[in-house]
């Protein structure tokens, strides 16, 4: 089972009982074939119905009084960020309901972002379906299946990652993703038009910053903290804001 869920759950708002109704549950996915099998899976229980299965598109009807759901499970395997956008942009808007963060994997990134919007239990795409059926039953409650203490660790890994992240320029961003990709430094002079001494400079400056001893090691804390690749600042974007509901 997902180590976030747990048998000594956190309560809040004082709720500790199942509801008398069935349990109204609502679905978001991209795709259609898992929102379906969640549905099938949910229906099954005695104490569970399913009454919206929806497109991120449409997660405007959530907000819609005659389709409020007690609880509402969202996939964020397609894209994370804009997931948690749309789910934080209906937070935004009023919309109090408990939320379900479905996953592909638990990496900090995915963490982070199921916090931002507020979900009150995380469940791996790998677990069995057991694991999300005891999920509803005990946030549908007002119980919180992510623990304070994994909340306080992610946190403090992202402070750890951010710091160096601002200390370091522009050009070392596009000397690191050079040396990332395996550019020896005199090819990352030619790439970038600059003289070998000077991205000797570079690396030596990128090596102070990340305490690292040799360019082997800056690579590797710089993959460790997430500093190559999409994280660099300067990349290509058609950045959609991530607090803006998606666009299909």
């Not at 379906?129 to 660790?153: H, Q, W």
């Not at 710089?222 to 950045?239: E, N």
């Amino acid at each position: 089972m997902n180590v976030l869920v747990v048998s000594d759950t956190v309560g809040v708002d004082g709720a500790n009982s199942l509801p008398d109704a069935p349990i109204q549950v609502a679905i978001v996915s991209g795709q259609r074939l898992v929102g379906d099998a969640l549905a099938a899976l949910l229906n099954h229980e005695p104490d569970m119905t399913v009454i919206g299965n929806l497109d991120y598109g449409d997660v405007s009807q959530l907000m819609v009084p005659a389709r409020r759901a007690d609880i509402v499970i969202i996939d964020f395997r397609m894209n994370v960020r804009a997931v948690a956008g749309t789910a934080i942009h209906l937070r935004r808007s009023g919309w109090t309901a408990p939320m379900i963060a479905l996953t592909q994997t638990e990496t900090d990134a995915v963490l982070l972002a199921a916090i931002e919007a507020e979900a009150s239990a995380l469940i791996c795409a790998t677990e069995a379906g057991a694991d999300l059926i005891t999920a509803v039953r005990s946030t549908v409650t007002g119980k919180t299946l992510i623990r304070p203490e994994v909340v306080a660790s992610v946190f403090s890994r992202r402070k750890l990652r951010d710091e160096p992240r601002s200390q370091l320029t522009q050009r070392e961003y596009e000397i690191l993703s050079l040396l990332a990709e395996g550019a020896t430094s005199r090819d990352i002079g030619t790439r970038l038009g600059i003289k070998y001494v000077t991205v000797r400079t570079h690396l030596r400056n990128l090596a102070s910053k990340l305490a690292a001893h040799s360019k082997l090691e800056v690579v590797a804390k710089a993959h460790r903290l997430d500093l190559v690749g999409d994280a660099r600042p300067g990349r290509p974007t058609g950045a959609r804001d991530p607090y803006s509901p998606m666009s299909q």
